[in-house]
């Protein structure tokens, strides 16, 4: 039932994840150790190679053997980001003999999963092994400025291959080419805003009347109001790893050449309304300033629209031994 870092970090100890809207500003935390300012303090790793995107770092579970989490710093066997821990996620291999699966899942709100794996011997020297999935669902809330739309939904699809050689008793040479993409649309979730006038605690401001916080419970049952028409967000990530061997009596020499690619383009809804958020339209020099407590009055009320647009491309290479 692992599907993501969400639901990883809710089976780790000590382990948390949280995200602004559609993946930005991603940062795991182990062990309350957070540093963004300084860099990752817990790196992302697939197969090795780190996931150095910050907008597209939740990756799709797609043929993975197992994934590890080691609290306390891993300099030593992962590299830089790894102060506080590492996340690493290990690929299944290719197998000797022919094998392969199939998983369907069906639920509410359309969800749908399909997901097939091959393995096995591509000729005497060489195996081979493939994975494609796709996941995906129609959002869970709708949206009341755009005639019940659906918000929430989103469409995984992802694909994995490697082709390794054999493990052979006479050759000392031990080569394996692995490569993953990733392909993710995120409609807006049904987020909603608490404005000034919905603060209820704190310090009040004597002209306005206005508190400085809000108290209780987070209102989450209302409608959701969006602005209609925005596009998807959309994420993007692919690496390929080139893994070289060669045993040298009771040592051995590995190469590791990676290249890794992540495109982000992310929009959002800032105030969460389609009307926007009011705001109050004075003249400089008139109106605008003047001594804190004194009602100042303004020349017109307006209402401002904030849709947000965050593009990130980021590429990473790698050569280690």
């Known amino acids: 039932s692992v599907r993501d870092l969400y639901s990883l970090a809710a089976r780790v100890p000590g382990l948390s994840f949280e995200s602004t ?46 994934v590890e989490v080691v609290s306390g710093p891993q300099s030593a066997m992962f590299g830089h980001s790894a102060f506080a821990g590492a996340i690493s996620y290990v690929s299944a291999k290719p197998t000797e003999s022919l094998a ?13 999963l399909a997901r097939g794996v091959i393995s096995g011997p591509l000729n005497e020297r060489w195996l081979g092994r493939l994975a494609v999935g796709t996941r995906s669902a129609d959002g869970y809330h709708t949206n009341s400025a755009q005639h019940g739309d659906p918000l929430g939904g989103y469409e995984h699809q992802a694909v994995a291959g490697t082709v390794a050689t054999r493990a052979r008793p006479d050759s000392p040479w031990a080569v394996s080419l692995s490569g993953r993409y990733e392909d993710d649309r995120l409609e807006h979730p049904p987020a909603g805003s608490l404005g000034g006038p919905d603060y209820n605690c ?62 982000a383009n ?25 001594p804190p407590g004194i009602l100042r009055f303004v020349d017109r009320l307006v209402y401002a629209n904030q849709v947000t647009r965050d593009v990130h491309d980021t590429r990473q290479w790698s050569q280690e031994f």
């Open 100 to 112: 392969g699966s199939v998983a369907l899942e069906a639920g509410s709100d359309q969800y749908a």
């Open 21 to 66: 809207w559609g993946g930005g500003n991603s940062y795991p935390t182990l062990r309350g150790q957070f540093s963004p300012s300084l860099g990752d303090t817990v790196g992302v790793f697939v197969d090795g190679v780190y996931q150095a995107s910050r907008s597209a770092l939740d990756v799709e579970l797609l043929d993975f053997e197992h």
């Open 202 to 263: 704190g310090s009040q401001d004597p002209a306005s009347g206005l508190w400085s916080y809000f108290c209780g419970a987070m209102p989450s049952d209302g409608p959701a109001d969006i602005s209609p028409g925005l596009p998807d967000s959309r994420t993007q990530v692919g690496q390929v790893l080139l893994k070289l061997g060669f045993a040298l009596g009771e040592w051995r020499l590995e190469s590791e050449t990676s290249w890794y690619e992540a495109h």
């Open 266 to 290: 992310l929009v959002r809804d800032f105030d969460a309304s389609s009307a926007g958020t009011q705001y109050g339209v004075c003249t400089a020099g008139a109106n605008c300033a003047g």
